[in-house]
């Protein structure tokens, strides 16, 4: 049995929730979920947007599942992210068909490190015509986050892993976060993972003009924030991106979209990148082979694109594409 804390959080975040444990249902699995409050709704009703009670919930659990949070969405996930130590950021870019993805065929993952780097937010202003943001980057947190990359593409079957820095210019930060990524590659050699690294500017056009090469970046923190969400523009659509926060005694599992007040409420949002984030919950806890048939239970909807959300150009309901993933997810049993 898996102890899972939900939060399904303001707007489509309920919706989009909703529809995931009804799919996660048909599931051979024992997933014991408790429900906890985050958000917008949260602050109106409890005076705080991340009461102490969630926090405890998210520590205590195998595993958390995010909706989204409204406006507070900042301040409940970075706090999440600092109270649970998730320093890992996971963004897999993957292209589906019968979506808006530039070209077929890319599947690769961005593991960003959360916790320093330019998001330490130690900034100063000195006058009004100067200001200072320190860059934090320690050996202990960068060869945390590279040794990540290098075990995801063992345990994943990927062949290599690029390191993204800028260490031409920022000499003793990235020039620090390369010479780590190297020496960590060195500790995989033998389980045959390659490395290679690029510049950020230069990954920025690759991605781009080459997106097939990759299969693992690894990253600190501000370029891994800018280069996901080009991956997200590469494969089209927030309403298919998951993401995971990962730690070393918890995790959470979140799409990448905020609570879009524009269509909440309609019971039109695309609940795909919600169960692609379960997807990924369900390889976190070793279970592989039932997020594999979830993975395929959906492609297989977004192939006969019978079942689709308007954002898919479809006119489908959530609850419609929810069950149309469900019947087959069913086909496993
Ligand atoms: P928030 O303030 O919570 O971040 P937002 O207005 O920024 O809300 P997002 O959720 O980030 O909204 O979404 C941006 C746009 O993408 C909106 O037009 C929204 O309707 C659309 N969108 C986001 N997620 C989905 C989804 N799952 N299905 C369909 N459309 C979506
Ligand atoms: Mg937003």
Redesign the pocket.
Known sequence: MYNITVIPG???GKE?MKATLSVLDALNLNLNYTFAEAGDECLEINGEALPEKTIQLCKKSDACLFG????T?ADVIVKLRHEMELFANLRPVKSYPGTNALFNDIDFMIVRENTEGLYKQDEEKYTENGAEAKRIITRQAESRICDYAFKYAVKHGKSKVTGVHKANVLKKTDGLFKKIFYETAENYKNKGIDAEDFYVDATAMYLITQPKTFEVLVTTNLFGDILSDEGAGLVGG??LIPSANIGENGALFE?V???????AGKG????L?MMLSAVMMLNYLGETEEAENLDKSILKVLKESKNL???LNGNSTTDEMAEAVKIELLKFN
């Open positions: 303001d707007g489509i989009v989204a949070a409204g406006e969405a927030l309403g799409p979209h905020g609570s879009a007040p524009d269509i039109i949002a695309n609940p990148a959300t308007p954002d």
